[in-house]
């Protein structure tokens, strides 16, 4: 019984809340429709020119005007409500039904109203932003730059026209998805990636602690070949741009004391440009020999002899010199134990340079290896030399070359850079098939690789064959009173040949031109007044060679205008003997190494640097007549 009065309460309760919620609905209906009737009666937010105009509007379009459709409603109205403001619909009609109302009711006349409603949408305003737009190729997880992604939003433009006719907008947007308008275009609007877990965890690690090296981890990388190889590199980029000195205050209209500076220099037939040296490898040595790329026309390396107050250093030092910057540091130092009488770069190998040493070997260093040191070196046997090498030169052609080497015991040898362990030929030089001559210097005409001029210590002149018949010494020419020091032969570049001049340097304080052609000299050249220690031809111009002698005094000869006297001649600060003397490939220096390892660059005047047209016929007149007084002599 208890349980069957439970569940009769629970019934009872049920029907108490569907009753009370029945109640709820109807109050909230009766309170719904008054406040609409209460909107239509009022008529908010229109006043009466703008409803005039409305129904004018309308009825132009055929429509009822809105007055009309807002009296009917009104009446509609006044029909079904009550006289009391608080009774409901419900129970007046329950009131009629039961015969409790004050009257007879008139019954209601209802009629439906087609209402259009026109909605002119103003001007669109379109918005576009040109993005790039990549997509991801690495499956569900993307990079946070690859992609950028958009979002429509919509423009809120005609607010003011859809607010104009709120009765009429009523009910109609509501039933609008969220975010879109009756009217207008989207806009595009860029959003920022979002960032993955794992893009957060890259930054991360990103941000995290350089881990600190120790001592010996750092040496161990500052140690090794590659640091070092970089070091080297940018070491010298970086020195050749901090040596630079530009001047940015150059004024290119010219005036004052810069133009008179310019003038003077420009008429100055000599003037030194740049000083090499090097407080460790060149103090104490003399220059011994140099020689130019024919790769690189700014590199000049020169070989140094040994410093005899630094027994501990190497004996042998040959070093790179960079003519096109002003650094003051050379470009490579290489050296043996040996010191360095001769030295040459390899024509076709712009990597390799050759030196041949006092003790008789020929050694090759290569500048891409991280050493000093000679990679290969000829051994000292009786099949190689013996005695100090001051002749080296590389002769023929890209396919077929070969290095030549003369020792002062009178022995030449042709090697291959190929194999240095044994010479490819040997030649004895020997005068009447029985005394070995000493040669001190040796010069190969233009385009010659089997004939050569050969200067010796006891003053004589000697041309030899390498091949052939007649290979060996062929032709003995009229002596120096003194050693000869060096030997020039002609550059021979065009037409008529000169080919067969070349010129030689005597401690006999003489210059002799000679001809292959003639055994006696053409002409001896006595203005100086110390041991002329090297000649060397211009490369450019016919008439034009350079000498040094031991006073410091260094002397550009040109045979065009006088053969008495130099035609300039200067004497370097300090009159340090000067060794040797050697053109740019250009011709417009000149080097010349002195006996304390001083390298000298000086700027020849341009109008005494390059030939004319006519200097080639000139000379070949000269010539001649040096030939008539040769002749009249005898």
Wanted: hydrophobic letters at 35%.
């Amino acid at each position: 019984m208890d349980r069957k009065a439970e569940l009769e309460r629970k019934k009872a309760k049920l029907a108490a809340l569907r009753e009370e919620k029945d109640r709820r609905r109807r109050e909230k209906e009766i309170k719904d429709m008054e406040e609409a009737a209460g909107r239509i009666g009022t008529g908010t937010g229109i006043d009466k020119d703008q409803r005039k105009d409305l129904d004018e509007m309308l009825s132009s379009l055929g429509v009822a005007p809105v007055s009309e459709v807002l009296s009917s409603l009104s009446s509609a109205n006044s029909l079904t409500s009550d006289n009391s403001n608080t009774q409901t619909p419900d129970v007046s009609l329950q009131a009629t039904v039961n015969g409790q109302g004050s009257g007879k009711k008139q019954p209601l006349n209802l009629s439906v109203y087609n209402v259009q409603a026109t909605n002119i949408p103003p001007k669109e305003t379109l918005v576009y932003t040109k993005q790039t737009q990549t997509t991801s190729t690495g499956g569900h997880e993307r990079d946070a730059h690859a992609t950028d992604y958009y979002v429509l939003a919509f423009d809120a433009q005609g607010d003011d026209e859809e607010s104009s006719l709120p009765h009429l907008d009523h009910g109609f947007s509501s039933k609008l998805p969220p975010g879109y308008l009756n009217h207008g275009l989207p806009t595009v609007k860029d959003v920022a990636p979002a960032i993955t877990p794992l893009e957060q965890k890259k930054e991360q690690e990103e941000k995290k602690e350089v881990k600190e090296l120790s001592e010996e981890q750092k040496q161990m990388i500052i140690l090794s070949e590659d640091f070092q190889r970089f070091v080297l590199k940018a070491g010298r980029v970086i020195e050749r741009a901090l040596s630079e000195n530009v001047d940015i205050y150059t004024d290119y209209i010219g005036c004052g004391d810069n133009e008179e500076a310019n003038d003077e220099r420009s008429h100055a037939r000599l003037s030194l440009n740049r000083v090499f040296y090097d407080e460790r490898w060149s103090k104490n040595r003399c220059i011994t020999s140099m020689d130019w790329s024919t790769h690189f026309p700014e590199l000049v390396v020169a070989s140094y002899h040994n410093n005899e107050e630094s027994p501990n250093e190497p004996d042998g030092v040959v070093m790179v010199w960079n003519t096109k910057f002003k650094k003051q540091t050379p470009e490579d130092v290489f050296h043996c134990q040996s010191a360095v009488m001769s030295t040459c770069f390899a024509k076709f190998n712009p990597n390799l340079i050759l030196g041949g040493t006092y003790s008789g070997q020929i050694v090759l260093w290569d500048n891409r290896v991280q050493k000093r040191t000679p990679i290969q070196r000829t051994p000292l046997s009786a099949a190689a030399h013996t005695h100090p090498v001051y002749c080296l030169q590389m002769v023929g052609t890209q396919n077929a070359h070969n290095v030549i080497s003369i020792s002062s015991d009178g022995k030449l040898c042709s090697w291959s850079l190929d194999m240095l362990s044994q010479p490819q030929d040997t030649l004895e030089l020997q005068q009447r098939q029985s005394k070995a001559i000493a040669i001190t210097c040796m010069a190969f005409p233009a385009n010659e690789i089997n004939s050569l001029v050969m200067g010796s210590e006891d003053g004589y002149v000697y041309s030899a064959s390498r091949h052939g018949l007649r290979s060996g010494v062929n032709e003995v020419f009229e002596r120096h009173l003194g050693p000869i020091t060096g030997i020039s032969t002609h550059y021979n570049q065009s037409s008529p040949d000169f080919g067969h001049l070349y010129l030689t340097s005597s401690i006999d304080w003489t210059i002799k031109l000679w001809s292959l052609k003639d055994t006696r000299p053409l002409y001896s050249f006595e203005d100086n007044s110390d041991y002329v220690m090297d000649v060397a031809w211009s490369p450019v111009h016919p008439a034009l060679f350079a000498a040094v002698d031991g006073s410091g005094r260094l002397d550009l000869w040109n045979l065009n205008q006088d053969t008495e006297v130099p035609t300039a001649s200067i004497v370097v600060d300090g009159a340090p003997a000067l060794n040797r003397v050697s053109w740019t490939p250009s011709g417009l220096h000149v080097t010349i190494g002195d006996e304390s390892g001083k390298l000298y660059v000086y700027d020849v005047a341009e109008h005494l640097a390059l030939p004319s047209r006519d200097e080639w016929s000139r000379f070949n007149a000269t010539l001649n007549e040096l030939k008539m007084n040769q002749n009249d002599e005898v």
